[in-house]
T-cell receptor, first 112, second 113 residues
Framework: SQQGEEDPQALSIQEGENATMNCSYK?????LQWYRQNSGRGLVHLIL?????REKHSGRLRVTLDTSKKSSSLLITASRAADTASYFC????????????FGAGTRLAVHP | DVKVTQSSRYLVKRTGEKVFLECVQD?????MFWYRQDPGLGLRLIYF???????EKGDIPEGYSVSREKKERFSLILESASTNQTSMYLC????????????FGSGTRLTVV
């Protein structure tokens, strides 16, 4: 079952612009996490936001969480060509075994 | 840093073969996971384990089994490989309390011919 669904599926921007990716999910969660994947490689954990948090920052990353709408957004500010990757949201559902359910991801291309 | 190592980056196997995918982590994490990743479908959970000799089915366990004889090693087994098991397989371990998320291996791209 796919808990998180990212939007858009693909995003193409110029260096220096901001990139915003959205994630919607279906059930109550303990936390929501964002991961990055460079082509053909494993995923790298970026940031975790708990269900009682509304916003979190890490460097150029800003994550928001709206549990009433069951949605989250990831903002990458001042993007760089090196940010080109796929980005996935993953939810840790309440009452579960702390297993993560991933969405299909957003492919971000940042052009120099 | 936690390291999760998958034994093979690329693997080609024949239909009907028994296939072992190995995963080792070096930080004494209790929780380990196997996912497969297919275009347009994201990551789907196959099996997970919370401790030695313990295993739980994920969302798509059919055609797979797992083994966790030691804490650091979590093996995924394809009992009789089929072409629809051609995929990228990703192993992960979870930090205690989960605050640092999962650490993933680099993945094994398996092709079944």
């Amino acid at each position: 079952s796919q808990q998180g669904e990212e939007d858009p599926q693909a995003l193409s921007i110029q260096e220096g612009e901001n990139a915003t990716m959205n994630c919607s999910y279906k059930t109550s969660i303990n936390n929501l996490q964002w991961y990055r994947q460079n082509s053909g490689r494993g995923l790298v954990h970026l940031i975790l936001i708990r269900s009682n948090e509304r916003e979190k920052h890490s460097g150029r990353l800003r994550v928001t969480l709206d549990t009433s709408k069951k949605s989250s957004s990831l903002l990458i500010t001042a993007s760089r060509a090196a940010d080109t990757a796929s980005y996935f949201c993953a939810t840790d559902a309440s009452g579960g075994y702390n297993k993560l359910i991933f969405g299909a991801g957003t492919r971000l291309a940042v052009h120099p | 840093d936690v390291k999760v190592t998958q034994s093979s980056r690329y693997l080609v196997k024949r239909t009907g073969e028994k296939v072992f995918l190995e995963c080792v982590q070096d930080m004494d994490h209790e929780n380990m996971f196997w996912y497969r990743q297919d275009p347009g479908l994201g990551l789907r959970l196959i099996y997970f384990s919370y401790d030695v000799k313990m295993k739980e089915k994920g969302d798509i366990p059919e055609g797979y089994s797992v083994s966790r004889e030691k804490k650091e090693r979590f093996s995924l087994i394809l009992e009789s490989a089929s072409t629809n098991q051609t995929s990228m397989y990703l192993c992960a371990s979870r930090s205690p309390g989960g605050k640092d998320g999962y650490t993933f291996g680099s993945g094994t791209r398996l092709t079944v011919v």
